[in-house]
């Protein structure tokens, strides 16, 4: 019984994939490019590289005028400091 669940399991998982990956190709075909959307545009990224240059600017601050988080911060700008790099506390 165990032999018959399983491989009607594997057959209903092989429909999901090939029903996943037609919806896929159909989006491509329509110019769809799939995936979630950037957080930032643009101009946006290239504001948070100007703030996080000025010294004076904390990430807090930089991270709440974007309304990001501080992994997006990074994801975009690369920090000023490696993390290994920083001073132990």
Do not use: H, V
């Not at 669940?5 to 329509?30: C, H, S, W, Y």
């Not at 959307?37 to 904390?58: R, T, V």
Request: glycine letters at 8%; aromatic letters at 6%.
């Amino acid at each position: 019984m165990f032999y018959i669940f399983g491989a009607l399991a594997e057959f209903e998982r092989d429909i999901i994939k090939d029903r996943t990956n037609a919806g896929l190709q159909a989006a491509r075909a329509r110019g769809g490019q799939g995936g979630r959307p950037p957080k930032l545009k643009p101009k946006q990224i290239a504001m948070a590289k100007k703030l996080m240059k000025d010294e004076s600017n904390s990430i807090k601050d930089i991270c709440q005028t974007l309304g990001i988080s501080k992994t997006t911060l990074y994801r975009y700008c690369e920090p000023k400091i490696k993390i290994s790099e920083k001073d132990p506390k």
